[in-house]
């Protein structure tokens, strides 16, 4: 059973930063695309960014030039890096590839 898990959420002001960490118990990530999705409360889950096997990456509009999503050197890591961070961006972070989804990371964007 492939197990994708996540890390490094947390409280952080307006402005700042935190990188995501999404960690793959095989090598699933070499073989499908991998997205990151949040998920506010009393909202739907929504796709973030998302990169490719070939390393493609695509974001929503409201993150563009502010996240990004990458490879670690390791291959079973994909990591989100998210910068000048809003408070709208406070929700639930998952990451998913094929059909499987990690447990959740929360970060709050707050003063």
């Known amino acids: 059973q492939v197990q994708l898990v996540e890390s490094g959420g947390g409280l952080v002001q307006p402005g700042g930063s935190l990188n995501l960490s999404c960690t793959a118990s095989g090598s699933i990530f070499g073989v499908y695309a991998v997205g990151w999705w949040r998920q506010a409360p009393g909202r739907r889950r929504d796709l973030v960014a998302a990169?490719?096997?070939?390393?493609?990456?695509n974001y929503i509009d409201s993150v563009k030039g502010r996240f990004t999503i990458a490879r670690g050197n390791a291959r079973n890591v994909v990591y989100l890096l998210m910068n000048s961070l809003k408070p709208e961006d406070t929700a639930t972070y998952y990451c998913k590839s094929s059909e499987f989804w990690g447990q959740g990371t929360q970060v709050t964007v707050s003063s």
């Open positions: 990169i490719t096997t070939t390393d493609k990456t």
